[in-house]
């Protein structure tokens, strides 16, 4: 300022010279393009979330997942699985362009591409819209990635017999165990025949149900021995006549102790 010469401002353009209160905008002027988080939106997505809890609930309580017994090291011929939602990449394993040599493009590369993907995919496609037509990137990737995952786990639990699996690992309480002579001629032809599948206890394995509990006679045994029965293939017993009655003999008295 300068004497007699009147007064002079200098401005700041970082500071707007209007004025605008803080009051969020009137949605009503975007009829379908925008809504406010609170309360609309919010509740909109906590009852599409209760509905998926509640039929996940019910599908867990009328169909529950079957539990094994508890790890036994000592068993070699269990065959151990994941948990059913990584079965897609248990199933990704078993197919050649992802194993044996190439197992790091199944446990790493092909993975990590994916999920990638995924997380690269609304940066990919910004398009305005909201609706599926409108955003072909984000939501063909998505579906492709549901579909491979949906496929895969069925390929994979479609091949194991569950019910089985389940019955052959349950836990078995003390005092249905049966005493088995370990010293016996019959135990050690059972041990040379028949323990890798049906386990040295007699409780089965991943591979075969259990001897214990079973009500057949000594000639079905030495029969199903011989012929197979069910998924167990023929000529499984590789002993003489006089083993082959000896190892009947063995599995119908430990079934004589229940």
Same mark, same amino acid.
């Given at each position: 300022?300068?004497?007699?010469?009147?007064?002079?401002? #200098?401005?700041?353009?970082?500071?707007? =010279?209007?004025?605008?209160?803080?009051? $969020?905008?009137?949605? +009503?002027?975007?009829?379908?393009?925008?809504?406010? *988080?609170?309360?609309?939106?919010?509740? @909109?997505?906590?009852?599409?979330?209760? %509905? *998926?809890?509640?039929?996940?609930?019910?599908? /867990?309580?009328?169909?529950?997942? $079957?539990?094994?017994?508890?790890?036994?090291? /000592?068993?070699?011929?269990?065959?151990?699985?994941?948990?059913?939602?990584?079965?897609?990449?248990?199933?990704?394993?078993?197919?050649? *362009?992802?194993?044996?040599?190439?197992?790091? &493009?199944?446990?790493?590369?092909?993975?990590?591409?994916? *999920?990638?993907?995924?997380?690269?995919?609304? &940066?990919?496609?910004?398009?305005?819209?909201?609706? $599926?037509?409108?955003?072909? #990137?984000? %939501?063909?990737?998505?579906?492709?990635?549901? %579909?491979?995952? #949906?496929?895969?786990?069925?390929?994979?639990? +479609?091949?194991?017999?569950?019910?089985?699996? =389940?019955?052959?690992? @349950?836990? %078995? $309480?003390?005092?249905?165990?049966?005493?088995?002579?370990?010293e016996s001629e019959g135990y050690a032809i059972f041990e040379n025949n028949c323990m890798s599948c049906h386990g040295?206890?007699?409780?089965?394995?991943?591979?075969?149900?259990?001897?214990?509990?079973?009500?057949?006679?000594?000639?079905?045994? @030495?029969?199903?021995?011989?012929?197979?029965?069910? +998924?167990?293939?023929?000529?499984?017993? /590789?002993?003489?006549?006089?083993?082959?009655?000896?190892?009947?003999?063995?599995?119908?008295?430990?079934?004589?102790?229940?």
């Amino acid at each position: 300022m300068h004497k007699g010469k009147g007064m002079k401002f #200098v401005g700041d353009s970082r500071i707007s =010279a209007e004025r605008k209160p803080n009051i $969020p905008k009137d949605y +009503s002027e975007y009829p379908g393009r925008t809504e406010a *988080f609170w309360p609309n939106f919010l509740l @909109k997505e906590w009852l599409a979330g209760s %509905v *998926f809890l509640v039929g996940f609930l019910c599908l /867990t309580l009328a169909h529950p997942s $079957p539990l094994e017994g508890m790890a036994d090291p /000592t068993d070699a011929g269990y065959i151990p699985l994941p948990d059913w939602y990584f079965l897609f990449l248990y199933e990704l394993l078993k197919y050649d *362009f992802a194993s044996g040599p190439y197992i790091l &493009f199944g446990i790493l590369i092909i993975p990590g591409l994916a *999920f990638g993907g995924l997380l690269l995919a609304p &940066f990919l496609d910004k398009g305005p819209g909201r609706r $599926p037509h409108q955003r072909p #990137v984000a %939501v063909g990737m998505m579906l492709i990635a549901l %579909v491979s995952v #949906v496929w895969l786990t069925y390929e994979s639990a +479609s091949h194991v017999d569950w019910e089985q699996r =389940a019955e052959a690992n @349950k836990p %078995v $309480p003390p005092s249905e165990q049966a005493d088995i002579d370990t010293e016996s001629e019959g135990y050690a032809i059972f041990e040379n025949n028949c323990m890798s599948c049906h386990g040295e206890d007699l409780q089965g394995g991943a591979a075969g149900p259990p001897l214990i509990g079973i009500d057949r006679s000594a000639e079905e045994i @030495k029969d199903i021995a011989q012929n197979g029965i069910g +998924s167990m293939p023929p000529d499984q017993f /590789t002993g003489s006549d006089d083993e082959l009655d000896q190892l009947a003999e063995f599995i119908v008295s430990v079934n004589e102790q229940e």
